[in-house]
């Protein structure tokens, strides 16, 4: 054959493997609820357009869930496959420059196993899964007090971060952007702006939603109601350098929005742009983001070669559901019980949304128990990657049920992580939930401002909670001990499962 035909061929086969497979959009909200979003329910108080625009043309699952009721662990569960009790501080939710990273050194990651399919990766926004700064002396620091952050030597390299992770890519914060003692954005693996003083919180909004800043360093570039413009600036500048200077590629953009987590400082070209107060509004302007992103994929004409992924990292905050519900009568939770941190449902049933035209029938609907662990083993299947058996030890491929082909349940059983770690594990087998606690497993509702939602425990002398919910979705009425056998069944089926390591076979 000729020389130049071979090469020819060679290019065209290289070309056509690449493009047969997806770019990767995966968008994480933060403290997004199930309820907040309209095409979840229909009496949301807050428009989302782009949200349910994107729901519309691919598939809405309504019994996805968050891996913990906290961001953290969430985070290290997404990213890994594998729920974060199984690893040591797999509880821990970290600020300012805590750390060091969860995820081991050496494990697969989402990013890394599509890094060897031939993807580009980056990552822009909220890290919070761990990282390694260092003082001037070289001394690793690993906590999230304040008097750490003025320890930092920000010359030297940042240590365990998403470039470390399989990520080519990097720009974001450490922790919640508007929230811990360090706002300062990472590029890469350095803050090339370093903060120069104190955060001045008199100049900053005042509102019910605005109570959850701490004074900590800011740098000078750092606007804390700009956050998520400058994210969305970041992620729509990677998407057009892409195309122009790998357009064989495939890539995986992972954008972790800021929005919509405390405290609720929308930008200003957002504020007032609902009925519902500046919580709505930054809810708007998330939903913003969306839209934003979809666009960016359409001009490029990549819109329906690119798997796009939209959830939340559990359940809404506290202070935002409860005044939610008194000002705007909105309810972020609506219609389940709990909210963040607890193991109830409202604490982790989240949004989750799959657009993929080439192979997701658009306007559909799944009820298929699913998990953001799930992500990275139907990603893989899609990639045409095989998961090594010491990987994503709890992620199930949800690819038949995006295709419409699953009659039966993928999931044998789903694990759920409450606030406090292994302390506080849930088991769900179809129907039946069991929470292997007493009480929320997060939050107090003896007192103060959640004391008017608490339920009373129909079986207060049990060990632990037992909900059918099919009959009962609001989590009222604890089975626990008229149904010993369910509850037998299912704490041997947890215990094994934790006792092996894994859940996915």
């Known amino acids: 054959m000729n020389p130049w035909l071979l090469l020819l ?78 690893v040591p501080r797999g509880g821990t939710v970290f600020q300012g420059v805590g750390g060091p990273s969860l995820i081991a050194p050496g494990r697969l990651t989402l990013p890394a196993m599509l890094k060897q399919q031939g993807y580009a990766t980056a990552a822009v926004g909220k890290w919070h899964i761990g990282l390694t700064f260092r003082d001037k002396a070289g001394e690793p620091i690993h906590s999230g007090r304040l008097e750490d952050v003025q320890r930092v030597d920000y010359s030297r390299r ?40 104190p955060l001045q919180r008199a100049i900053l909004p005042k509102h019910p939603y605005a109570n959850d800043c701490r004074s900590g360093f800011i740098a000078p570039d750092f606007d804390l109601q700009e956050v998520d413009m400058v994210f969305l600036q970041k992620s729509r500048e990677f998407i057009a350098e892409h195309v122009r200077s790998s357009p064989q590629k495939p890539f995986f953009l ?47 004409g990549l819109a329906d070669n690119t798997l796009v992924i939209l959830s939340s990292d559990n359940g809404p905050e506290t202070t935002s559901v409860v005044h939610m519900r008194a000002d705007h009568a909105h309810d972020g939770a609506k219609p389940w019980r709990g909210i963040k941190r607890d193991a109830w449902e409202g604490g982790h049933r989240v949004p989750f949304i799959v657009r993929w035209p080439a192979r997701v029938k658009a306007g559909t609907t799944s009820d298929q128990i699913a998990c953001l662990t799930d992500v990275m083993a139907t990603i893989a299947a899609i990639s045409g990657t095989e998961l090594p058996r010491d990987a994503a030890e709890d992620s199930f491929n949800l690819l038949p049920a995006l295709e419409g082909q699953a009659s039966e349940p993928i999931r044998p059983y789903l694990l759920m992580q409450a606030f406090a770690g292994e302390r506080t594990l849930s088991i769900r087998r179809g129907n039946w939930k069991y929470i292997a606690h007493r009480g929320s497993g997060g939050n107090n509702y003896d007192k103060d401002e959640l004391k008017p939602y608490a339920l009373p425990d129909t079986d207060p002398e049990a060990p632990g909670q037992l909900y059918d919910l099919a009959n009962d979705p609001g989590e009222t009425t604890n089975l626990y001990s008229k149904k010993p056998e369910i509850v037998k069944e299912l704490q041997t089926l947890l215990e094994e499962s934790k006792k092996s390591g894994r859940s996915r076979p």
Request: include cysteine; aromatic fraction near 10%; hydrophobic fraction near 35%.
């Open 158 to 197: 940042i240590e365990g971060g998403p470039l470390d992770h399989g990520f080519d890519r990097f720009f974001g914060t450490a922790c919640c952007p508007s929230t811990d003692w360090l706002y300062a954005f990472i590029d890469g693996d350095r803050i090339p702006v370093p903060p120069t003083g």
């Open 9 to 86: 061929s060679s290019f065209a086969i290289h070309h056509s493997s690449f493009s047969a497979q997806p770019n990767v959009l995966l968008i994480l909200a933060d403290d997004l609820g199930y309820g907040d979003v309209r095409c979840y329910n229909a009496e949301s108080k807050v428009p989302t357009p782009n949200i349910d625009k994107l729901a519309s043309g691919g598939m809405r699952f309504t019994d996805a869930h968050s891996p913990c009721t906290v961001c953290t662990p969430s985070r290290y569960a997404l990213m890994t496959g594998q729920m974060a009790f199984r």
């Open 254 to 300: 992972y954008h972790a929005s800021h929005g919509v987590h405390l405290p609720s400082f929308a930008g200003k070209d957002f504020r007032g742009k609902t009925q519902s107060g500046p919580h709505g509004d930054f809810i708007a302007e998330f939903d913003h983001v969306v839209g934003e992103l979809m666009k960016e994929l359409e001009k490029h």
